[in-house]
């Protein structure tokens, strides 16, 4: 019978990659409540109607990218191929407009785009997504700039660096996107048919083509920065005061483009040179009209997002290896210490630590080489002999050093020694 892989570009992420995953989601919790950031989780089937009004539809992720089908009854759904307008739509639909103070979202979980895959970019990938609805302060763009990168340097994430541009508004857009698509109609026949289609649909999208050819291309093309009208110019003078006030380095990137179509004035990319063509960490943006364009209240917004598969990535090159294994990993030897051993690992498991032990009666060699191979800080060595004098002996697997414990005493020392590593117990 043929084996059943899994699907293209939809990776598993197996234990011993897990705890930088989990690293990577616990310290995204933890900064983002020091913002006052609050959780929320939102479906990953939501209606095709959803994005194709939020996102645009003229751009690659709708006309291309999107997981799309009919359901029983003939209505189109998507899986979500990002969480802004999913996390709108929740915010509309339960009235949270409605309740004071409740402004500051992230999300933490998969996106699906058809695309092909590569280092870094895949069919199901994951994002922590962050949102502020009802701001339009230049501070808060600031703010939510500075708080990406913080989380990105608290993690341990090096060279990477910021890039902001701003990209107009409904006002002066338009006459820049005249003038691109002007520019791009007279180089049509030597560009990509992606940015030939973009040329009459989405212009903008050129900016972020990787065809080298097409790249040669824009870098003669007019830029956004010279058509903002003088509200997006004090706006993004201001955002740029504010970084510099927290000591935050930018470079401008005036053909910096997000690749969605709701985005206005500021946008920004966190890049890195590790990850090749795809060298964006993560990116976001500001987008006042998309809340109104979903049907909710006339609230502006600013977001962004990071792609943790190149977290991971750059991650795994820097850091040590995360310990994974249990706390504690109990040997038992003979028929008794077992059945004794089975009822003190549950009791040791109540009280909090992660503890494993042996279920086939192997010998203490297996039994201790197990120990070694899960990555147990120390194991418990329990005999007849030893469970008649109420004693067992527990080692350091870390400075191979044995001694012996009153079985009486196990879970108080068990704790001494959990404080004196730090709090460790799992």
Request: with cysteine; charged share 30%; glycine share 8%.
């Amino acid at each position: 019978m043929e084996q059943i892989q899994s699907v293209k570009g939809m990776n598993d992420i197996l234990p011993s990659e897990a705890p930088l995953w989990r690293h990577i989601e616990d310290k995204a919790r933890e900064i983002l409540n020091r913002f006052g950031y609050r959780e929320i989780r939102t479906p990953v089937v939501e209606k095709a109607e959803l994005f194709a009004r939020g996102i645009g539809d003229t751009t690659d992720i709708v006309e291309k990218e999107m997981y799309t089908f009919a359901d029983k009854k003939g209505r189109l759904l998507s899986l979500r191929p990002e969480a802004t307008a999913s996390i709108i739509r929740a915010f509309i639909e339960h009235q949270l407009h409605m309740v004071s103070g409740l402004r500051k979202f992230f999300l933490i979980g998969p996106m699906f785009r058809h695309e092909r895959p590569q280092k870094g970019r895949y069919r199901q990938f994951h994002q922590i997504d962050v949102e502020v609805f009802g701001m339009n302060d230049p501070m808060v763009d600031a703010e939510v700039m500075y708080l990406a990168c913080l989380y990105l340097e608290e993690i341990g994430l090096k060279g990477v660096r910021l890039e902001i541009n701003t990209l107009g508004c409904t006002k002066c857009r338009p006459r820049f996107r005249t003038v691109l698509r002007e520019f791009l109609l007279e180089h049509v026949s030597s560009l990509c048919p992606d940015c030939a289609r973009r040329a009459y649909k989405n212009p903008l999208r050129a900016f972020d083509c990787k065809v080298p050819s097409c790249g040669e291309i824009v870098a003669d093309a007019p830029v956004i920065t010279d058509f903002v009208c003088d509200e997006c110019v004090n706006h993004f003078d201001q955002v740029k005061q504010y970084l510099e006030e927290l000591g935050l380095g930018y470079s401008l990137n005036p053909r910096l483009v997000r690749g969605l179509d709701y985005y206005v004035r500021t946008a920004f990319e966190i890049v890195t040179e590790h990850l090749g063509a795809q060298n964006a960490v993560g990116g976001g943006g500001r987008y006042d009209g998309l809340m109104k364009e979903l049907g909710g209240p006339d609230l502006p917004g600013i977001g962004f997002a990071l792609g943790m598969e190149r977290i991971v990535l750059l991650l795994d090159q820097t850091l040590e290896p995360f310990q994974n294994g249990p706390f504690l990993y109990c040997v038992f030897i003979g028929p008794e210490a077992k059945k004794y051993g089975f009822k003190l690992v549950q009791k040791l498991r109540k009280e909090g630590f992660s503890v494993d032990c042996d279920y086939e009666d192997k010998s203490v060699k297996s039994q201790m080489r197990m120990a070694h191979r899960v990555g147990a800080s120390y194991a418990l060595i329990l005999g007849e002999d030893e469970l008649q004098k109420g004693i067992a002996q527990l080692r350091d697997m870390h400075r191979s050093e044995q001694f012996v414990v009153e079985l009486s005493e196990i879970v108080n020392e068990l704790h001494s020694l959990a404080e004196i590593e730090g709090g460790r117990r799992s």
